[in-house]
Every structure is written in C-alpha cells, then in structure tokens.
C-alpha cells in the first residue's frame, strides 16, 4: 500500500513539474490582427463578469448559512411568491441585471465582433481562395493567376515508429501559404470532397470548407512571422495531418514570392496547349 501511495505521489510531482506543463498554455495566442484581439477581449470580458458573479452568489450563500441557520434560532419561511415591493425587487433585480449583463455589457462589444468579422468585402486588397481536399490544402490567388497545395512533410517514422519528433511535429508542411503584412486578405473557403475547416488561432478566425459553397472570412496580419493552425473538423482517418502554415512577410518580399511562383507556373501553362493539341492528333 505504501508504495502504491509513493507511486501515486510520483505521478503528481511529475504532472505538476515544469517540464510537464512546458506544451500547455493557459491562454489564447498572442492575437495578431484585429479579430484575434476582439476574440481575446470578448474572452476576458466574460470571465471577468463570470468570476464576479461567481463569487457575488457564492459570498451570499455563504452569508445565508452562517446567519440564517437553524442554531441561531431562524426557522423555514413559509415562502410561495413575492407578496410586497421588497420581495418583488429581490425577484426583478437579478433578471434585470442579467439582462442588462447580457445586452449592453457582453451583447454590444459582441455584436461589433460579429459583424467586424464578417464584413470581408471592405477594403479588400487581396483575394486568396482556400480548398481542403483529403487531406491537403490548395491555395489560390485568382487575381494573380497563382495556385498550389500545401501538404504535410511530417516523416511517417515521427508518426509510426516512435522516433524523436521535430520541432514543429504535425505542423510542418511543403508549400506554406505567404501573406503580405498589414494587407486585408479576403479569404473563400471551400472543399473538393468532405467538411474541412481552416484555422490559424494567432488570426483569430476559423471557418469551415464545405463542399459545393463558398465561405468568407477576413484577416489582416499585423506582425510578420510563421504561424500555424490545423484543420479543425473531423475529416477522415488523416484529419490530423492537415497542418496550416502562413508566412507573414513584407509587401516587398510577399511581391518576389508572387514573382517567384508565377514564372514557376508559367512552364506548365505552356506546356498544356500543347499537350491538348498531341492529344487531338492522337485522337
């Protein structure tokens, strides 16, 4: 038995350690564009108004034991309703207060949210459309004429076998998506075959690709960096290998990048005129 208890105390001490709690965070990401910082607000602002009300109900029921006890000599009011003023505004106050908790404290900072993140189309400089596939992502530029897919680069012996993950296990991909900093990008999302969903948690959005209709978001990324998010909606066997990387990065270099792509698709689009003409022939 004492071993049992030394195990167990073993147990504890190492779920507590530092190192233990190294992968956990208690918080959202560091937000990054504006609906990220909304998101965070609205967060905080219900906890807080949680915790107050927590501890207000809490503090009075602690209140009502220890005066109202039976030792103290107060007995069970025979209580069916509200009979006088008094105990209509004990009734009313706390509806009223919730009421006004709900549409004017929480309800309007709420809706500025809602709304801010669904207004895609407002001084929009960019157009990137995004497609899940099982299980990979295609993006688009169709302004720029550029497309491609972003696949996971995760090796299988991470996965399988048991060996040493990397840094970014699960979250590294070959064809990271590159964004402009500071630049509102009016993201489409859609899918080729089952639900996806694209989420970057530093962006602060998260919307679903459905099959056969076109979904918008916005982002505009206010600080330059990588960052990465999954597909969060149950897609298959392999929804837990479709990473999300972005690239935030200046105008300038986002520009070379575009560049870059393009002369890498240009080969293709010529070659493709031609096949279709050998093809006829053949034909």
Same mark, same amino acid.
């Not at 207060?97 to 207004?119: K, N, S, T």
């Not at 509102?184 to 989420?199: E, G, P, Q």
């Given at each position: ?8 105390? !073993? ?5 507590? !350690?530092? #190192?233990?709690? $190294? ?5 959202? +990401?560091?937000?990054?564009? =504006? ?10 602002? &219900?906890?807080? @108004? ?8 809490? /503090? ?9 006890r039976?030792?103290? /000599? ?6 069916? %309703? *509200? ?7 004990? &009734?009313?106050? =706390? ?13 309007? =900072? ?15 400089e960019?157009? @990137? ?8 992502w295609?993006?688009?530029f *169709?302004?720029? %004429? ?16 048991g060996? $040493? ?10 064809? *990271?998506?590159?964004? =402009? ?15 996806? !969903?694209?989420?970057? +948690? $530093? ?5 679903d ?16 960096g ?9 897609? /298959?066997?392999?929804? /837990? ?13 986002? $520009? ?13 689009? #010529? ?9 006829a022939?053949?034909?």
């Amino acid at each position: 038995m004492r071993s049992m208890y030394k195990f167990a105390l !073993s147990v504890l001490l190492a779920s507590g !350690s530092a #190192a233990a709690l $190294a992968g956990y965070a208690y918080n959202f +990401p560091d937000p990054v564009t =504006p609906i990220a910082r909304e998101t965070l607000h609205m967060h905080n602002l &219900v906890m807080v @108004v949680i915790l107050v009300l927590f501890f207000l109900v809490f /503090g009075l029921l602690i209140y009502s034991f220890r005066v109202h006890r039976k030792d103290a /000599g107060y007995k069970a009011a025979n209580y069916t %309703g *509200p009979t006088n003023r008094k105990q209509w505004l004990w &009734v009313l106050s =706390p509806f009223a207060l919730l009421a006004f908790l709900d549409y004017v404290v929480i309800g309007i =900072p709420a809706y500025h949210a809602v709304v801010m993140y669904e207004d895609t189309k407002t001084d929009a400089e960019l157009v @990137v459309k995004v497609t899940g596939s099982q299980w990979l992502w295609q993006y688009e530029f *169709p302004a720029e %004429g550029v497309s491609f897919t972003s696949r996971m680069t995760t090796p299988r012996d991470q996965i399988d076998s048991g060996a $040493a993950k990397g840094e970014h296990y699960l979250l590294e991909v070959d064809n *990271p998506l590159v964004l =402009p900093v500071n630049k509102k990008v009016r993201f489409i999302t859609t899918s080729n075959d089952v639900i996806h !969903s694209w989420w970057v +948690p $530093a962006f602060g959005v998260k919307r679903d690709a459905v099959p056969g209709f076109l979904r918008e978001f916005w982002a505009t990324v206010e600080k330059t960096g990588t960052y990465r998010g999954q597909c969060s909606e149950l897609c /298959g066997k392999e929804h /837990g290998f479709m990473p999300v990387v972005v690239n935030v990065v200046t105008q300038e270099e986002f $520009a070379t990048w575009l560049a870059s792509k393009k002369a890498a698709a240009a080969p293709t689009a #010529a070659v493709a005129p031609v096949a279709q003409l050998v093809l006829a022939k053949a034909q």
